[in-house]
Nanobody
């Protein structure tokens, strides 16, 4: 399984970005998908996740600002990020679970103050 993230970039505080993760197989294959991020000098942390049944979960730091969604027709996992803050800066990774875990290479998000 290959996962390719896109949509990262530089944005000002309060701005928005939409990340996408495109899978090489149907997302129906995955029991769950999620976004993680890693800030410089910090451990990778959970951001948001969605199950095959479309149940979603968010970290407290992004709840009410980010929205995760799966597009089964395009084999993508999306993350709409609004009201971005400098502390949202980091490399964002996509993870897919199908009995084993697969990870993408990440996309950089930088929020300037």
């Amino acid at each position: 399984v290959q996962l390719v993230e896109s949509g990262g970039g530089l944005v000002q505080t309060g701005g928005s970005l939409r990340l996408s993760c495109t899978a090489s197989v149907s997302v129906f294959s995955f029991s769950a998908m999620a976004w993680y991020r890693q800030a410089p000098g910090k451990q990778r942390e959970f951001v948001a996740g969605v199950t095959a049944g479309r149940d979603t979960r968010y970290s407290d730091s992004v709840k009410d600002r980010f929205r995760i969604s799966r597009d089964n027709t395009k084999n993508t996992l999306n993350l709409q990020m609004n009201s971005l803050k400098p502390e949202d800066t980091g490399v964002y990774f996509c993870k897919a679970v199908a009995g084993y875990e697969s990870w993408g290479q990440g996309t950089q998000v930088t929020v300037s103050s």
